[in-house]
């Protein structure tokens, strides 16, 4: 089928984030897959690394969507999340309501920054919030309300998992998860502080209610054929293997994610490809993060294996820059032309690879991801061995 109009915007918004953020490919394409699965996400990573921001700069495109943010901690209660009690209406009728307007509960999308530093207090209703989109009233009995929210955003530099039942039950209902550091390469940093960041010109953006309606009536209609399912089994066991044992519940909400990718990707059909977004959604702990990837993107696609095995040679040349810093000029200027070298070269099989993907009709993200890493690599050399200047390593 011809790509979707909201497919088309969503990719070029994923394109114009990226342009605006070093070492954030993988993060910007696990939020825009979240929302398209109507899902919540999590990003893990220390402070002053951009969530907050980079979340913006990708929910603040879906216009006419109202939008919420809250930064959590183990004093602030719920009510700073989902609305204050309507105390004189309590007094008055007996009533026992929030006042809702301008909170998560009347939000279709919301951010909450470190949640892994939420009230005890909260994590009940918020899971009701998150879980069946309801919220609880007591009107003389119990009730409940549907509510607007499509997806939330959250954000910590700790996991919440074991804080308490509730944050464990809240964990299990983030279906994507990425995990986001400081600048790992010099010249990407040198760049950071050397150059100052330029707009989109013209930015791209998706009317809520066309958003809603790929979400709601087009993605879920995204065929899963059997060569699908056998891939998912495979990856359940090779997971079973390494000890990763993810929930009958979230291997069922992966479904949705493996549809929202052939929907980016502009197929009605989800191929074996598409399960390479499943390295966002399989681990529960970041010792698990690189055998997921790994088994997910083998699984998916074999041209894969290709680009890990670049990615591992471009970490090999990373610790030779390291371990020449305080060495002479002329020692590290010459590593530096052999690294310039190796790095073409692993950028030209990186574009053959490329090349094939889109000759098959293949997912190109993660190569995307790779070509990203050699750009930042580049730098690095640049900066690092060859003693550039960092405000002009960006030209």
């Given at each position: 089928m011809s790509k979707h109009p909201v497919a088309q915007a969503l990719t070029r918004i994923q394109n114009e984030v990226n342009s605006q953020y070093f070492e954030r490919r993988a993060c910007i394409e696990a939020v825009i897959l979240a929302v398209l699965a109507k899902q919540h996400a999590y990003i893990l990573g220390p402070p002053g690394t951009g969530k907050s921001e980079m979340t913006r700069a990708i929910l603040e495109r879906f216009t006419s969507a109202v939008y919420f943010e809250q930064l959590?901690?183990?004093?602030?209660?719920?009510?700073?999340?989902?609305?204050?009690?309507?105390?004189?209406?309590?007094?008055?009728?007996?009533?026992?309501?929030r006042k809702i307007d301008g909170y998560l509960l009347t939000a279709h999308f919301a951010f909450l920054d470190e949640i892994g530093k939420?009230?005890?207090?909260?994590?009940h209703d918020l899971l009701a919030a998150l879980n069946e989109r309801v919220r609880h009233e007591v009107n003389g009995g119990h009730s409940t309300h549907k509510i607007p929210l499509h997806t939330v955003i959250t954000a910590s530099n700790e996991l919440i998992v074991g804080e308490s039942d509730d944050?464990?039950?809240?964990?299990?209902?983030?279906?994507?998860?990425?995990?986001?550091?400081?600048?790992?390469?010099?010249?990407?940093?040198?760049?950071?502080?050397?150059?100052?960041t330029v707009p989109v010109a013209n930015p791209t953006t998706v009317d809520y209610a066309d958003l809603l309606d790929a979400?709601?009536?087009?993605v879920p209609q995204v065929k899963t054929p059997v060569d699908v399912i056998e891939a998912f089994v495979n990856l359940r066991a090779s997971l079973d293997g390494e000890g990763?044992?993810?929930?009958?519940?979230?291997?069922?909400?992966?479904?949705?994610?493996?549809?929202?990718?052939?929907?980016?990707?502009?197929?009605?059909t989800a191929e074996v490809d598409d399960l390479g977004v499943l390295r966002f959604a399989l681990w529960d702990s970041p010792e698990q993060i690189n055998p997921v990837e790994r088994a997910t993107l083998k699984i998916s696609n074999p041209l894969n294996e290709k680009?890990?095995?670049?990615?591992?040679?471009?970490?090999g040349i990373r610790k030779e820059i390291a371990a020449r810093k305080g060495k002479s000029l002329a020692d590290r200027a010459g590593y530096g032309s052999e690294a310039m070298?190796?790095?073409?070269?692993?950028?030209?099989?990186?574009?053959?690879?490329?090349?094939e993907c889109l000759s098959t009709g293949r997912?190109?993200?993660?190569?995307?991801?790779?070509?990203?890493?050699?750009?930042?690599?580049?730098?690095?050399?640049?900066?690092?061995?060859?003693?550039?200047?960092?405000?002009?390593?960006?030209?």
């Open positions: 959590l901690s183990k004093t602030r209660p719920d009510q700073a999340v989902l609305g204050p009690y309507d105390l004189p209406l309590l007094r008055e009728k007996g009533d026992f309501k939420m009230s005890p207090t909260m994590g944050a464990a039950a809240t964990w299990d209902r983030l279906l994507v998860r990425v995990v986001v550091d400081y600048l790992a390469e010099p010249g990407n940093f040198a760049s950071l502080v050397g150059e100052d979400v709601d009536n087009v990763i044992r993810p929930s009958d519940r979230r291997w069922r909400q992966c479904r949705r994610l493996v549809q929202a990718s052939a929907f980016l990707n502009g197929r009605d680009i890990l095995q670049v990615q591992d040679d471009a970490s070298g190796k790095v073409t070269q692993l950028n030209s099989e990186l574009q053959k690879i490329k090349q997912s190109v993200s993660k190569v995307e991801e790779a070509l990203d890493d050699l750009k930042g690599l580049k730098r690095s050399i640049l900066v690092e061995c060859l003693e550039m200047d960092p405000g002009t390593v960006g030209e």
